[in-house]
């Protein structure tokens, strides 16, 4: 032991062994949000699993990496961990856009029983085997709904038509916003109040809990309830950074890594069950729109899309036919 290191043990302070396994977190998140408070969760879970072990930094509002480059920072041996989506996988792993559909995933139940039944093995294994990242576990980031400044009233994908909806910055996220029937924008998600103060933008989709937090509720008048997309994160490692790890220390960051999931998903629902009446207070008018004018719109045009010519045979039955 380090001469330096018994003293700040004897000090009482908690310190770091000389040969801890630094682990940093780049995430576009900001802190008060359910999964990046899960951060915290997984970094406690860790500390107490293996006191000393791990030095786990986490870095919010993108300040480490850009949204988006997240996965090539870990393939890049840049950067540990992230929670990366769907999304970004699909931009190298072209059938993972299964899971960028609207309307395919039911409820965050049906997501983490597909993600923990033989499509989660096939899926992660792609992830492990094409882009070298080791999906730890898949968190529930929530349904997402249109928020916007207008005030004209939405009730099917023709009432979007000219709506300058800001969507990440992908194909994929983009194809979402035109299947809705709007006009998408790309635009990183540390971008949105502004756009949305100045009106460079007509709205924005997110969870409910991600209004709240990124507090863009200030600045837009309605939410439509949608449910277009229930959204996963996958909380992740570089795998080389897993594979250097010892048996028992990757046990431990799997372990703590299904607690911060748990944690987030029971936050998230539990906030996404209450929150309608926080946002009423705050002026907002919420209420939902033709669902099934939005269901069978959306469905039609992913299911005709050239994204789906490279989801696997069957694919949509099997997610279907998870009960
Ligand atoms: C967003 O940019 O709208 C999004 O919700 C996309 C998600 O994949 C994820 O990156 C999320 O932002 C960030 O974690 C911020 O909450």
């Keep these: 032991m380090s001469a330096a290191l018994g003293a700040t043990m004897l000090m009482g302070i908690p310190a770091f062994a000389d040969d801890a396994v630094q682990l940093r977190i780049s995430t576009p998140a900001v802190e008060t949000d359910w999964h990046g408070k899960m951060l915290v969760v997984f970094k406690d879970e860790l500390e107490e699993l293996a006191p000393g072990e791990f030095d786990v930094e986490i870095h919010y509002n993108a300040s480490l990496f850009k949204q ?7 393939q890049r041996g840049n950067l540990d961990m992230a929670m990366i ?9 072209p059938e993972w856009s299964t899971f960028t559909a609207g309307y395919l995933i039911r409820d965050p139940e049906h997501l983490t029983k597909v993600f923990r039944s033989d499509i989660g093995d096939e899926f992660y294994g ?3 085997d094409q882009m070298n990242i ?3 576990d898949v968190g529930y980031l929530g349904t997402r709904q249109l928020n916007l400044r207008t005030e004209q009233e939405v009730q099917r994908p023709e ?3 000219g709506v300058n909806l800001r969507m990440p910055g992908s194909d994929a996220w983009q194809f979402l916003g035109k299947a809705l029937g709007a006009n998408p924008t790309p635009m990183a998600f540390g971008e949105i109040y502004t756009a949305l103060q100045t009106g ?4 924005q989709d997110n969870p409910l809990p991600t209004v709240r937090a990124a507090k863009f509720y200030e600045v837009t008048k309605q939410i439509v309830k949608t449910n277009h997309l229930v959204d996963a994160i996958f909380l992740s490692m570089a795998k ?3 594979d250097s790890l010892t048996e028992e220390q990757q046990e431990n960051v799997l372990k703590a890594a299904q607690a911060a999931t748990a944690f987030n998903n029971e936050k998230r629902i539990e906030d996404e069950a209450q929150l309608e009446a926080f946002f009423e207070s705050q002026g907002l008018k919420v209420y939902s729109p033709d669902l099934e004018a939005f269901r069978t719109h959306v469905q039609a045009e992913y299911l005709s ?4 010519e490279d989801w696997i045979d069957g694919i949509v039955d099997r997610v279907n036919a998870v009960k």
């Design 68 to 74: 988006g480059t997240e996965p090539i920072a870990m």
């Design 159 to 161: 009432d979007l038509e």
């Design 85 to 93: 989506s769907a999304f970004d996988i699909s931009k190298q792993i």
């Design 240 to 242: 080389k950074k897993f």
């Design 134 to 136: 080791k999906i730890l």
């Design 305 to 308: 899309s050239s994204l789906a």
């Design 200 to 203: 460079a933008v007509d709205g």
């Design 126 to 128: 792609k992830v492990a």
